[in-house]
C-alpha cells in the first residue's frame, strides 16, 4: 500500500474523542470530539456531531457541528446551516448558509490584494456643512 497517496480518504466517527493535534492528508471526514488543532493540505468534511476546541488550518473545509477557534483555508471555507462557530475566518472564498451562529471576524481575499494606506500627509476631505438660508 503506498501511503504517500493525497487520494485518500478517512473518516473519524462521532464516537472518537481526540487531545492533541490531528494532522491528515487527502480527505477526512471528522464527525468526533477534538481539542487541539487540525492541520492539513487537505480536505476536511465535518459533520454535525463535530465539536472542536482548537485552530483549523486546512486547505478546505466544509464545516457543521460547534467550532470553538479560528478557521484558516487556503482555498474555500462552507458553513453549513446549525453550524456554531466563535473564532475568526480567514479565506479566498467564503460560503455561510442560513442559520449560522458565527461569532467573530472575517479576512476573504480572493486576490490576496495588499492593503493599500492612504497618501501620507493628506486627511480624509470631510464636506462642509451647507449654509443655505444665510446672508
Known sequence: MNTTQNNSKNVLNSDVELKGTLKFSGELTFDGKLD????????????????VKGGINVNSVVMRGKINGN???KEKIDIKAKTELFGDVRCPKLVIEEGVTFVGKTEVNPNKIAPTPPPAGEAPKIPEPSKAGRL
Open 36 to 51: 487541539g488543532d487540525i492541520l492539513s493540505d487537505g480536505v476536511l468534511n465535518m459533520g454535525d456531531n463535530a465539536v
Open 71 to 73: 478557521v484558516t483555508a
